[in-house]
């Protein structure tokens, strides 16, 4: 136990003087001021038990400026922060509801080749999973309005022609630290999806092996493949109107 305050040992020491009727009237004040301080000192130390407020979470259009922050050098020249705010916002803020509404809230990790400020679903595990390459596709890119289908705005991420990783997953790895795509205990296989044409014959994924820690580019076995563990991280560029 803390040893006692100066303050306390006299504000006891004049209450109990204070019940054996030992204080003249005069005083009595004094006590009562005193017994306000302590009260005071007790509130304050017990204020440091007290944890403190959570931040309020960035939303919005803040919170992808944030993320901006975080681009290297290089890639904020290739697309200021005025262009991408721009963009975002243009259309009754057409792209910021979409990057909003995906996995996560999004997460805008880079620019493309173009200057389109790139934004991906957040989280490490795939999403849609469980669904053949066709269905998951159609998934991502269409939906039904009135019974006919219209785009989404997001698409699948590119793969490469020599089995190495686009330059898309590439910047998202660099950007995020992580994996393209992993399990959530890093022990089990995950794939994802990549734009492989409407009919292809051997679909490409992007597939994480727990052995190495790595992602690798490679053909799947077939169109007609599902499988929980396989699914897709969907890519969202900010194009300019």
């Given at each position: 136990?803390?040893?006692?305050?100066?303050?306390?040992?006299?504000?006891?020491?004049?209450?109990?003087?204070?019940?054996?009727?030992?204080?003249?009237?005069?005083?009595?004040?004094?006590?009562?001021?005193?017994?306000?301080?302590?009260?005071?000192?007790?509130?304050?130390?017990?204020?440091?038990?007290?944890?403190?407020?959570?931040a309020?979470?960035?939303?919005?259009?803040?919170?992808?400026?944030?993320?901006?922050?975080?681009?290297?050098?290089?890639?904020?020249?290739?697309?200021?922060?005025?262009?991408?705010?721009?963009?975002?916002?243009?259309?009754?803020?057409?792209?910021?509801?979409?990057?909003?509404?995906?996995?996560?809230?999004?997460?805008?990790?880079?620019?493309?080749?173009?200057?389109?400020?790139?934004?991906?679903?957040?989280?490490?595990?795939?999403?849609?999973?469980?669904?053949?390459?066709?269905?998951?596709?159609?998934?991502?890119?269409?939906?039904?309005i009135?019974?006919?289908?219209?785009?989404?705005?997001?698409?699948?991420?590119?793969?490469s022609?020599?089995?190495?990783?686009?330059?898309?997953?590439?910047?998202?790895?660099?950007?995020?630290?992580?994996?393209?795509?992993?399990?959530?205990?890093?022990?089990?296989?995950?794939?994802?999806w990549?734009?492989?044409?409407?009919?292809?014959?051997?679909?490409?994924?992007?597939?994480f092996?727990?052995?190495?820690?790595?992602?690798?580019?490679?053909?799947?076995?077939?169109?007609?493949?599902?499988?929980?563990?396989?699914?897709?991280?969907?890519?969202?560029?900010?194009?300019?109107?």
């Amino acid at each position: 136990m803390s040893k006692p305050s100066k303050i306390e040992q006299a504000v006891s020491f004049l209450e109990a003087k204070k019940a054996a009727d030992q204080i003249p009237a005069r005083l009595q004040e004094r006590i009562a001021a005193l017994g306000g301080v302590r009260s005071d000192v007790k509130e304050s130390l017990s204020a440091k038990d007290v944890p403190a407020e959570p931040a309020p979470e960035v939303t919005g259009i803040a919170r992808f400026k944030e993320q901006y922050e975080m681009w290297k050098p290089e890639h904020k020249a290739n697309c200021q922060w005025q262009e991408v705010e721009s963009r975002l916002l243009a259309n009754d803020g057409h792209f910021l509801k979409l990057a909003e509404a995906m996995h996560q809230g999004g997460i805008l990790f880079g620019v493309d080749k173009a200057g389109n400020p790139l934004i991906a679903d957040g989280g490490v595990e795939p999403i849609m999973a469980g669904m053949n390459y066709a269905d998951t596709r159609r998934a991502v890119m269409f939906k039904e309005i009135e019974g006919g289908q219209a785009p989404t705005g997001y698409e699948l991420f590119p793969y490469s022609d020599n089995y190495q990783k686009s330059a898309e997953i590439s910047a998202f790895e660099d950007f995020t630290k992580e994996p393209f795509i992993r399990s959530e205990n890093k022990k089990e296989y995950r794939s994802s999806w990549l734009e492989s044409g409407e009919d292809p014959d051997w679909p490409r994924g992007a597939f994480f092996s727990p052995g190495s820690g790595l992602v690798y580019e490679d053909d799947d076995v077939s169109t007609a493949l599902s499988d929980p563990r396989l699914g897709v991280r969907r890519l969202l560029r900010v194009k300019k109107s």
